[in-house]
């Protein structure tokens, strides 16, 4: 990994966490969740978490879910053939930021976790979901517990 922004360290760690996940427990499905970009707060503001998803039927119980809870979420685009790009390195496999911060940098954020799982993304009858909540989990100075009711009610429903 080449470090071209030792800000975007988060995304090192959570990689390598779903990375261990697919090697060591054979999930069906992948959610991670968290505060891992500022974009997220510009791409879908202060109280919807964004979601960048491989399957269509996961987000749509995500959001469902967002709205039945109050942990509100809202979809990303999914294109890793637009995204992936944007981690070229010249001297390892990946950078581990983007190289055009005009180019839907949470989408970007999301792709490099799934860059990491890639073969098991794009296996038959798997569904991942990343949650960046970087702005939902707080109001103001204070922390809004967001997160908590969307994964059990997500759990619940699946």
Same mark, same amino acid.
């Given at each position: 990994?080449?470090i071209? #922004? !030792?800000?975007?360290?988060?995304?090192?760690?959570?990689?390598? &966490?779903v990375?261990y996940?697919v /090697?060591?427990?054979n999930?069906?499905?992948?959610?991670?969740?968290a505060t891992? !970009?500022g974009?997220?707060?510009?791409a879908?503001?202060?109280?919807?978490?964004?979601?960048?998803? #491989?399957?269509e *039927?996961?987000? +749509?119980?995500?959001?469902?879910? &967002?709205?039945? !809870?109050?942990?509100?979420?809202h979809a990303?685009?999914?294109a890793? +053939?637009?995204?992936? $790009?944007?981690?070229?390195?010249a001297?390892?496999?990946? /950078?581990n930021s983007?190289? $055009?911060r005009?180019?839907a940098q949470? $989408?970007? *954020?999301?792709?490099?976790?799934?860059?990491?799982?890639?073969?098991w993304? +794009?296996? +038959? &009858?798997?569904?991942?979901?990343?949650v960046?909540?970087?702005?939902?989990v707080?109001?103001?100075?204070?922390a809004t517990?967001?997160?908590? #009711?969307?994964?059990? &009610?997500l759990?619940?429903?699946?």
């Amino acid at each position: 990994m080449e470090i071209n #922004n !030792t800000d975007a360290e988060g995304r090192l760690v959570l990689g390598d &966490g779903v990375a261990y996940a697919v /090697k060591h427990l054979n999930p069906s499905i992948i959610l991670d969740m968290a505060t891992l !970009t500022g974009a997220q707060g510009v791409a879908t503001g202060k109280r919807h978490a964004a979601l960048y998803c #491989n399957n269509e *039927a996961l987000e +749509e119980a995500v959001v469902a879910v &967002g709205k039945a !809870t109050g942990d509100l979420a809202h979809a990303l685009p999914y294109a890793p +053939e637009f995204f992936q $790009s944007e981690f070229r390195s010249a001297v390892a496999d990946m /950078k581990n930021s983007v190289a $055009s911060r005009e180019n839907a940098q949470a $989408s970007c *954020a999301g792709q490099f976790i799934g860059a990491q799982i890639k073969e098991w993304v +794009e296996g +038959e &009858g798997h569904g991942w979901v990343h949650v960046d909540m970087a702005y939902p989990v707080h109001n103001g100075e204070r922390a809004t517990g967001y997160g908590v #009711n969307l994964l059990v &009610g997500l759990l619940e429903r699946l």
